[in-house]
T-cell receptor
């Protein structure tokens, strides 16, 4: 159990277009989902925390108008990179946490989405 | 501020040897730590966790040690295998403004030589 999927796994888009990445918890309900960004040979950087039915909380330095997050259901969160530029090229990873409050520890990661902006 | 870091960015070991990956953290109030394994092009995979009321926890071929006095965490892998080659991250469950969020260390790349 506790499987998290992401779609697509890889995407190439042209500069100026928008790209949507989906994160799904397949066998549990996730009240909270997290979006991370990872550059090559670097650690995961938290971008935002999204709670079902409410606005996402963005980390300092992350543009909320550029990285739109929607958590419309307990099993789906989406990240839309708007007006993508080559510097947005990165590996985007989501994770999902079961219900139970912020000190509920179990957090399950998706396989990641490789975004390349040309 | 809160930070989690690693002493060694790369580690190369011979197959069958034991591996030790280290991590330092700065927030003495942190009470939960996790080790993740990340293979190339994949998401992090949970290995083992430990709470601050423990100083040692063992899993299958892995042991995590926590030294709260010096705010140090280590992951020991016994009889390292080629399949253990990956990047290993320690993560700390944030407190205060980051409550509920994981704070990742920089990562150590483990290479296992056959």
């Amino acid at each position: 159990g506790a499987v998290v999927s992401q779609h697509p796994s890889r995407v190439i888009c042209k500069s100026g277009t928008s790209v949507k990445i989906e994160c799904r918890s397949l066998d549990f309900q996730a009240t909270t989902m997290f979006w991370y960004r990872q550059f090559p040979k670097k650690s995961l950087m938290l971008m935002a925390t999204s709670n079902e039915g409410s606005k996402a909380t963005y980390e300092q330095g992350v543009e909320k108008d550029k990285f739109l997050i929607n958590h419309a259901s307990l099993t789906l969160s989406t990240l839309t990179v708007t007006s993508a530029h080559p510097e947005d090229s990165s590996f985007y990873i989501c994770s999902a946490r079961r219900g139970g409050g912020p000190r509920t520890y179990e957090q399950y990661f998706g396989p990641g989405t490789r975004l390349t902006v040309t | 501020g809160e930070s989690v870091g690693l002493h060694l960015p790369t580690l190369s070991v011979q197959e069958g040897d034991n591996s030790i990956i280290n991590c330092a953290y700065s927030n003495s109030a942190s009470d939960y730590f996790i080790w993740y394994k990340q293979e190339s092009g994949k998401g992090p995979q949970f290995i083992i966790d430990i709470r601050s009321n423990m100083d040692k926890r063992q899993g299958q071929r892995v042991t995590v040690l926590l030294n709260k006095t010096v705010k140090h965490l280590s992951l020991q892998i016994a009889a390292t295998q080629p399949g253990d080659s990956a990047v290993y991250f320690c993560a700390e469950l944030g407190y205060g403004g980051s409550q509920g969020n994981l704070i990742f260390g920089k990562g150590t790349k483990l290479s296992v030589k056959p």
